[in-house]
């Protein structure tokens, strides 16, 4: 049975669509980083008792059965009412995971408050099915306590950790933060961190710059990262093993963790087809932004150094398989078929 939450920690520079790809192809709708804008009207249906359960926790279970009860003839208004309910609950889920959020928001404060109040297990339930939530990272002294609590003792939702080599991590935002303006998109360190890439004078001296600059976006996100590399029940993904034979990859490799994923999701059926690998014509436009090892073209012997000095502890070992059976409360999960 498949779970119905799951947490892709996906750090940046990784080629998060690879893997989004697949957790599109096993019925996970993609939240968060991960997020594309979806047509007026063509949004998800919420499931069954998703409607009355969220009015419920945001309104309170008397003004939920009036809404409900005036559906019929004022339908606008319950709709408006729902929405206003699932951007708080967003909210609130977002910034439980330790995410950054705009102090000011459109998002009615009461609404969010109330949110804020509901237990982490309950609020899990009022989440959309199958959602797929990425974030760039999931620090343990950002991460809500009781959300970390109720993994730990659970198993839900389940984690997922996607990374690529630091070096071609690097070398991947620093092509990014070189786009014009409107094509890097709206995260304020993007937006400050491109017109300083913007200033320098070619890739040697911004791979310096992503070598010794802290703030660098990504670097120390990673680094908070590392306890999901070594948690036996978080499902680690590696881009060089998603990217496929055409782009430095190999088929059994993908296999593997296509079946690491399979099994962390509890996807029901191993005949799901799952997209194909990428082709040799993918991203051939940027010079084979797939490409592993990429940073072998730019990284000189001082680069290096560099990198030995300052971020030896992001040459990040290889993936092993997920273990549920090692989380308290993961005999449980398994005995419900989860």
């Avoid at 279970?61 to 408006?80: I, P, W, Y």
């Avoid at 950002?142 to 198993?155: E, F, I, P, S, V």
């Avoid at 993007?190 to 890739?203: E, F, K, N, Q, T």
């Avoid at 993918?282 to 940073?295: E, T």
């Amino acid at each position: 049975m498949a779970v119905p939450q799951v947490i892709v920690a996906s750090l940046r520079g990784s080629g998060t669509p690879l893997l989004a790809e697949a957790t599109t192809a096993l019925g996970y709708t993609p939240y968060g980083t991960m997020s594309e804008p979806r047509p007026a009207g063509r949004g998800e249906s919420p499931g069954p008792g998703e409607v009355h359960g969220l009015l419920s926790a945001a309104y309170g279970s008397d003004r939920a059965a009036s809404l409900l009860r005036r559906q019929g003839g004022d339908r606008e208004h319950l709709e408006a009412a729902y929405q206003d309910s699932v951007s708080a609950l967003w909210r609130v889920w977002w910034t439980r995971l330790g995410q950054p959020v705009t102090a000011a928001s459109p998002v009615d404060p009461g609404l969010e408050d109330r949110l804020t109040r509901v237990p982490d297990a309950d609020l899990l339930r009022l989440l959309p099915a199958h959602g797929c939530w990425y974030v760039n990272s999931l620090d343990l002294q950002r991460t809500d306590a009781g959300l970390l609590r109720l993994w730990q003792a659970t198993g839900q939702p389940r984690i997922v950790l996607h990374h690529r080599d630091v070096r071609d991590r690097i070398i991947s935002q620093i092509r990014m933060l070189s786009r014009p303006a409107d094509r890097v998109g709206s995260m304020p360190e993007h937006l400050v961190y491109r017109d300083i890439v913007s200033a320098l004078p070619g890739m040697d001296a911004r791979i310096t710059l992503a070598l010794t600059d802290p703030g660098f976006p990504g670097m120390e996100e990673a680094r908070r990262c590392q306890w999901l590399l070594r948690h036996p029940a978080v499902c680690v993904i590696t881009h060089e093993e998603l990217v496929g034979p055409a782009h430095g990859g190999t088929a059994e490799a993908r296999r593997e963790a296509l079946a690491r994923l399979r099994n962390a999701t509890g996807a029901p059926s191993p005949t799901t087809p799952l997209p194909p690998p990428p082709s040799p014509a993918d991203h051939a436009q940027d010079g084979d932004g797939l490409a592993v090892g990429i940073w072998r073209t730019y990284f000189t012997p001082d680069h290096e150094r560099l990198l030995q000095e300052r971020h030896s502890d992001l040459l990040a070992p290889s993936p092993r398989p997920v273990s549920h059976g090692s989380v308290p409360g993961a005999e449980r999960l398994t005995a419900r078929g989860a």
